[in-house]
């Protein structure tokens, strides 16, 4: 069906499962401007330890209507939405499928096309109360999303409550995105609860982007994040915003999200669980490669967080303004992992690779294991660590093993290239020849 400039949306189904939504041409829709997807409120992380900005409406972007929209409430089954293209619509996102109450929803979604929209949501997910929403994607492209100013996301998944989404997208492309320093190219977030995303991202592009590349914010509390990059492109952010006060570099920004990276991911929730994956991927020309963060904010449950996990092999993170990876410690925690293998941390405007504890935190994480070779997560080395700004590897009141890496030439680091401040440290060892790290297929 072609369908143009409808009143509200092109289609749009309750409880419909065992639909197949097939090859639609949709533009123009929601003429009226209904509300649709809301992301739900949720508490702003800071850079600032223990601090925290609470819910409230004003941080809850209301999307409209959406071209194709498959809502669950009570319902159990499939939903098919694969070769429709959505375009040039000035108040409408293009695919939302939100499964609520009791509902458990399993989505296929595949080869849709979603061009010029300009409210900004090209493709969202979601699942509230205690809702399962598990998802299949596979060669969508989501292409000038967006106008200026607009929240927008090519890829956006969103829990409250215990929702719980298991999204795998595969062979996505996502390019020229219109919007303000929100505008991100595949954002996963808990905004409240103890739900869980589980975000598995493969063979894919995303390009030319505003603010943050990729996003996995981890709000709720007792809540679990996971994202995996594997066969990843992150190539060119336009806004470079301050890093948090606490950060190595000195920056002013007190929000650690919106601010040019590749990828910022963390919590601010007592017990909560964030694992970020990054395999035979490139990030590149961002604020920062990745950002890495753990600060529980007064309110948002009680406790320590539970843990955060880095787990990075085979990958290029380069040409940075600044930092190429930066994790920062801002309050007591469980477990800190971070694992490097086979990677090229190079020619970044900062530190390579920073690893950062807040004063006040010393102590506070007691399975503390940050390993790039040599450590206790088994990392062989082998990482090309050279060419970045002020160090190639920074340790802030942590203990960093870096064994078996190549410094740019042969033997360890030079002085300069391993830097330490307050009670961190870096145990380090060179190799006698260049190793084939960062071999990714992307280029």
Known sequence: MVVKTAYRGAVYGVDSVGVRIIGNDVSGENTSCTNGFQVQPFNVPTGIPGVMIPASPAVAPQNGWAGIMVDGQRAVGKVDVGRNYLHDSSCADGIDVRAMGSSKLTAKVRRNTVTHIKEGLAIGMQALDKAVLHVTQDRNTETYIGSPGADCEGEFANTAGSGQIYDTVDHNTFAHAIGGTSCNGFETIVSTGNGKIVANLRNSTFRDNVGDMFEEGNLGSGSTMRFVADNVLADRTSVRGGNPPGSSDGGSN??????????????????????????????????????????????????????????????????????????????????????????????????????????????????????????????????????????????????????????????????????????????????????????????
């Open 254 to 443: 007190p929000i650690p999200f919106n601010i040019g990276d590749c990828m910022v991911a963390g919590h601010n929730g007592a017990a909560d669980s964030t694992t970020f994956v990054m395999r035979n991927s490139v990030f590149k020309h961002c604020n920062n490669g990745i950002s890495l963060g753990n600060n529980v904010g007064q309110g948002n449950g009680s406790g320590p967080a539970k843990q955060l996990v880095a787990d990075i092999s085979h990958s290029v993170i380069t040409g940075n303004a600044k930092y190429g990876l930066h994790v920062l410690d801002g309050t007591p925690m469980t477990s800190l992992h971070v694992k490097i293998a086979s990677t090229a941390i190079t020619n970044n405007g900062e530190p390579g690779a920073s690893f950062e504890a807040e004063a006040t935190g010393i102590g506070t994480v007691p399975d503390s294991r940050l390993d790039l070779g040599g450590g206790g997560l088994g990392s062989p080395g082998g990482n090309c660590l050279s060419g970045n700004g002020s160090g190639d590897v920074e340790a802030t009141n942590l203990a960093v093993v870096a064994k078996g890496n190549w410094w740019g030439h042969p033997g360890p680091p030079s002085p300069g290239q391993a830097v330490t401040h307050g009670i961190g440290s870096v145990s380090a060892s060179g190799l006698l020849g260049p190793p084939r790290c960062g071999v990714a297929a992307l280029p």
